[in-house]
C-alpha cells in the first residue's frame, strides 16, 4: 500500500478560512481568486468582498453572525482576530463535532479532535497574553450578539487555532489567507518532509514528494518551518509556536547548518552588514518603496560582501535582490541573480519543493526572453518535473510552464528549419 511520488494523500477545504487583511479590496473573501470585475461589497458591514453572489451566499453561513461583530469594529480586525472569531461561531452554531466526509478525501478528523496544548499555553506568558487580549476583544465587540463559552472553552478553541493554521498561498506561491483544516492536521512535522500542501484557493492537496510505505498517516510528514532556516531557528519556532522539540535526521545531521553558516573567506562584519540590509529591504517592501530602490540596496550590500554561496543570510538577501529585480522588471539582472542563488537553493530545500520549482520556471521564462532556449527548455523541464510531484498537472503553475516548453520547443524547431534552409 502506502502513496507512491506525486499522488493524492489528502484533499480538504477549510474548516475556517479569512484572507489577509492586506488582500481584503483586491480579492473575493471567500474564494481569494482576483478579477477584472468589480467586488461586491457586503452592504451591511462594508468590510468583507466578494467576486459573486455565489460566493457571498456561501460565506453567509458564518459571515451572518460576523457581519454583526464586523460592523461594531472601526477597522477590519487583524487575521487571526477574525480567524478566531469565525472559529468560535462555528463551535457556537454545533459543528465542532462534525467531521467533513463531503469535504476530505480521507476524512480523518473533526474540529474537537484537533489538539489544543491548553494547558502549556496558560505556561506560555507572550502567548496566553495574545489570547487574553483576543478574548477581550472578542468579548467588547460581541457583547449581545454571540453568548460567549467560559474561559476554558474559549482557551481551548484559541489553542486549536494557533497549533492548526495553514497559511495558504496562490497560484503564484504567494501567501493570502489562513484557515484551519481538520483532516490535514493530522499529518506530523518533518524539516525534510515526504509531503507538500499545496492549495487550489482555499482548498488544499497534501501530495506524497516520496515514495512512502504502509497506509499509516503516521509516515507522512510536512514541514511547519521555512526550510531556509538553521536547526537553531527551526526549532525555536516548533517549540514556541507547537511546544515540541525536532529530532528528525535534518536536525541531528549538522552538515545543512555548517554551509548554511559558513562564513569563509569572509567576516562577522560582513555577515551583520547582510543581516541589516535584508530587514531594511524588508521595512522597505512593507512601505511599498518602489522596486529600483530595494534592487539598488540589495545590489550594493551584495557588491560589497564576500560570502560563501551557502550562506543562509546570503542566499535570502540574494532571492530579495532577484524578486526585486522581477518587479522592477530588469530582467537581465534578475536572471543573474537566479543563476546565482540556484545552486544553494537546490541544495537546502527538500527535494521537490515548490518554490525551487518557481525560481526555475522564472529562470526558464527569463531565458527565453533573451533567446537562450536551449538552457530555457532546460530549467522549464525541471521546473515541470518539480510541479507534476508537488502541485500535480492541474495547478495554474504546472499549465504555465507547459505552455512555455511548447512555446520553446516550437522556437527552438523554428531555428533547426532556418538552418536547413540555409544550409
Known amino acids: 500500500m502506502g502513496w507512491k511520488k506525486g499522488s493524492v494523500i489528502i484533499q480538504a477545504k477549510p474548516y475556517v478560512h479569512v484572507i489577509c487583511k492586506k488582500f481584503t479590496e483586491d480579492r473575493c473573501n471567500f474564494c481569494f481568486k482576483s478579477t477584472e470585475e468589480k467586488l461586491l461589497k457586503c452592504g451591511a458591514c462594508k468590510k468583507v468582498m466578494y467576486c459573486g453572489v455565489p460566493c457571498q451566499k456561501e460565506d453567509w453561513k458564518i459571515h451572518k453572525l460576523e457581519c454583526k461583530v464586523m460592523k461594531r469594529v472601526p477597522d477590519t480586525p487583524t487575521d487571526s482576530i477574525r480567524l478566531y472569531l469565525r472559529l468560535l461561531i462555528r463551535y457556537l452554531t454545533g459543528s465542532a463535532g462534525e467531521k467533513r466526509s463531503k469535504d476530505e478525501s480521507p476524512c480523518l478528523r473533526s474540529f474537537n479532535d484537533l489538539m489544543s496544548h491548553a494547558d502549556k499555553i496558560k505556561t506560555d506568558t507572550s502567548r496566553y497574553e495574545l489570547f487574553k487580549i483576543a478574548a477581550d476583544f472578542l468579548r467588547g465587540y460581541t457583547h449581545g450578539i454571540l453568548q460567549l463559552p467560559n474561559e476554558d472553552t474559549l482557551l481551548e478553541i484559541f489553542g486549536k487555532m494557533v497549533i492548526n493554521t495553514f497559511t495558504i498561498a496562490d497560484e503564484l506561491l504567494q501567501d493570502v489567507g489562513v484557515a484551519v483544516y481538520t483532516s490535514p492536521s493530522v499529518l506530523d512535522h ?24 504502509g497506509d499509516s498517516f503516521t509516515n507522512v510528514f510536512l514541514s511547519y518551518v521555512d526550510p531556509l532556516a538553521t536547526i537553531e531557528e527551526r ?4 517549540q514556541q509556536q507547537y511546544y515540541f522539540t525536532c529530532t528528525c535526521d535534518r536536525c541531528s545531521n549538522k552538515e545543512s547548518d ?38 539598488e540596496v540589495c545590489e550594493k550590500c551584495l557588491n560589497e560582501v564576500k560570502l560563501p554561496f551557502g550562506n543562509v543570510q546570503l542566499v535570502r538577501l540574494t532571492g530579495k535582490a532577484f524578486d526585486a529585480a522581477i518587479d522592477a522588471e530588469q530582467w537581465e539582472t534578475a536572471l543573474l541573480f537566479g543563476i546565482k542563488n540556484y545552486k544553494a537553493y537546490s541544495i537546502l530545500h527538500p527535494p521537490y519543493n515548490p518554490c525551487v520549482g518557481y525560481l526555475l520556471a522564472n529562470m526558464g521564462k527569463l531565458l527565453m526572453l533573451f533567446g537562450r532556449l536551449p538552457e530555457a527548455m532546460l530549467h522549464l523541464r525541471k521546473a515541470m518535473e518539480n510541479f507534476v510531484v508537488s502541485l500535480g498537472d492541474s495547478h495554474h503553475l504546472y499549465k504555465q510552464v507547459a505552455e512555455m516548453m511548447a512555446q520553446c520547443e516550437a522556437e527552438l524547431e523554428h531555428q533547426e528549419q532556418l538552418k536547413s534552409l540555409q544550409n
Not at 263 to 275: A, C, F, M, P, Y
Open 235 to 238: 526549532q525555536q519556532q516548533l
Open 258 to 295: 555548517a554551509m548554511m553558516l559558513s562564513i569563509e573567506g569572509s567576516s562577522k562584519d560582513e555577515l551583520t552588514k547582510v543581516k541589516d540590509c535584508i530587514e531594511k529591504v524588508e521595512t522597505m517592501r512593507k512601505d511599498s518603496v518602489n522596486p529600483k530602490q530595494i534592487l
Open 190 to 213: 518533518c524539516c525534510w518532509p515526504n509531503a507538500v500542501a499545496s492549495f487550489d484557493g482555499i482548498n488544499v492537496t497534501v501530495r506524497a514528494v516520496a515514495d512512502i510505505e
